[in-house]
């Protein structure tokens, strides 16, 4: 079965950057939409950034131009480059794959991403 394991979270200051990597397993990785989503503490699960097959992206608009997704079919990986961090990004991160063919959901189980002095 499909496995989805983040990494690259933790603690950064206001301004600064980070990047997560999600590393699919025992997956056909090139033919999953993956994308990011974040959960703020109290607050509704929100989609970030997703990115095709084919390297289309999409993002929210409280990210755009701060935040990069990207993927590695080689690595079977998709990252989620930050930049100009900002409190507010403090949240869960998730990573997603929706396989195109079967139209089955992968989750991860989240990484803490937390933005402060």
């Known amino acids: 079965q499909v496995l989805l394991v983040e990494s690259g979270g933790g603690l950064v200051q206001p301004g600064g950057s980070l990047r997560l990597s999600c590393a699919a397993t025992g997956s056909i990785f090139s033919r999953y939409v993956m994308g990011w989503y974040r959960q703020p503490p109290g607050k509704p699960r929100e989609l970030v950034a997703r990115?095709?097959?084919?390297?289309?992206?999409n993002y929210a608009d409280s990210v755009k131009g701060r935040f990069t997704v990207s993927r590695d079919h080689a690595k079977y990986t998709v990252y989620l480059q930050m930049t100009s961090l900002r409190p507010e990004d403090t949240a869960v991160y998730y990573c997603?794959?929706?396989?195109?063919?079967?139209?089955?959901?992968?989750w991860g189980q989240g990484i803490q991403v937390t933005v402060s002095s």
């Open positions: 997603n794959g929706e396989d195109v063919i079967t139209r089955q959901d992968y």
């Open positions: 990115i095709t097959p084919g390297s289309s992206t």
